[in-house]
Every structure is written in structure tokens, then in C-alpha cells.
């Protein structure tokens, strides 16, 4: 009976652990995301008017996709150095048009 006291308690062990570990990982993975998301933020409040920003976040709300696309162009021409000036409300109006030529939406309606 102690025998089996001694093999449970091992067993419980080893199942805290792992689940301890698992809990580790999944912090630390939340942690990389938040930085990831925080340096992204970083980045379109440096190369975007604040009239830019507000028209990219209602953007956001109905066309996520094209929000990140638009996002991620504007965050590679930074990194790569190409983009050295700030974009204007304007100039962000004709990236989302011409984005959004090459989207087409099927939309279905249920009657």
C-alpha cells in the first residue's frame, strides 16, 4: 500500500510539473505576442498622422484584413528603411484604395 502511496505521489509530481511547465510556456508566448503588438503600435504612431491612426482604427473595426495589410506594408517600408516620413491622412486614403482594388467580397443574402 505505501508502495502505491509512493508511486501516486510520483505521478502527481511529474503531472505538476509538466503542467507547470505548460503554464511557463504559454506566459512566455503571451509575453513575446504583447511585445510584438507593442512594437507594431510603436511603429504606426511614429510613420502615421494622428488623423492617419483614427482612420486606420475605424478601418479596423469593419475591415480587419485590410487594416493588416495596410499595417504591415506601412511596418515593412519602416524596418526597411524606405519610409522616412510621416504618412498623411491622405496618402493612407489612396494606400487603402489601392489595397482594396485587388479585394473583391461575395456577399450572400438569406431571404
Known amino acids: 500500500m505505501a508502495e502505491e ?3 501516486l505521489e510520483e505521478i ?5 510539473a509538466q503542467l507547470l511547465a505548460q503554464q511557463s510556456a504559454a506566459e512566455q508566448e503571451e509575453e513575446k505576442e504583447k511585445e ?3 512594437e507594431r503600435a510603436r511603429i504606426l504612431r511614429k510613420y502615421l498622422s494622428s488623423e492617419a491612426r ?3 482604427t475605424n478601418v479596423k473595426l469593419v475591415k480587419p484584413d485590410l487594416a493588416e495589410a495596410v499595417e ?3 511596418i515593412y517600408l519602416a524596418q526597411t528603411g524606405r519610409l522616412n516620413r510621416i504618412i498623411s ?3 493612407l486614403k489612396a494606400l487603402l484604395a489601392r489595397l482594396n482594388q485587388g479585394r473583391h467580397e461575395i456577399k450572400i443574402e438569406r431571404r
Not at 12 to 16: N, Q
Open 12 to 16: 502527481r509530481k511529474r503531472k505538476m
Open 54 to 56: 483614427v482612420r486606420l
Open 36 to 38: 510584438y503588438q507593442e
Open 72 to 74: 504591415n506594408q506601412i
Open 89 to 91: 491622412d491622405e496618402e
Open 5 to 7: 502511496d509512493k508511486e
